[in-house]
Nanobody
Framework: QVQLEESGGGLVQAGGSLRLSCAAS????????MGWFRQAPGKERQQIAG????????WYSDSVKGRFTISRDNYKNAVYLQMNSLKPDDTAVYYC??????????????????WGPGTQVIVSS
């Protein structure tokens, strides 16, 4: 079993930056694929970034490409999301997710096995 916990959310002005962290604990290895999702009020949860075993094996949704960067530290069992040039439309609860065995990046919420409780990000105008 793997437990995930996000941190780093908060209130930021448009154009600002935030760095989200996701710490994994429990029975976890260093090769699992990780992803970041977000869910705005009244909308479905959608994936915005994913990463495989290596940092270069990554994926981004069109809405965040060029502004967000996903990275990982396998030694620390952590994944990060650097968010720059934030917009009010980025306001959402952000979740990290993990797969227990895949080494390659995964795109699609049905592919992930474990989820964190989420952290709120609010971007003001």
């Amino acid at each position: 079993q793997v437990q995930l916990e996000e941190s780093g959310g908060g209130l930021v002005q448009a154009g600002g930056s935030l760095r989200l962290s996701c710490a994994a604990s429990g029975r976890t290895g260093s090769r699992y694929a990780m992803g970041w999702f977000r869910q705005a009020p009244g909308k479905e949860r959608q994936q915005i970034a994913g990463i495989g075993w290596n940092d270069y094996d990554s994926w981004y949704s069109d809405s965040v490409k060029g502004r967000f960067t996903i990275s990982r530290d396998n030694y620390k069992n952590a994944v990060y999301l650097q968010m720059n040039s934030l917009k009010p439309d980025d306001t959402a609860v952000y979740y990290c997710a993990a797969h227990s065995s895949s080494r390659t990046v995964l795109v699609g919420r049905q592919l992930y096995d474990y989820w964190g409780p989420g952290t709120q990000v609010i971007v003001s105008s």
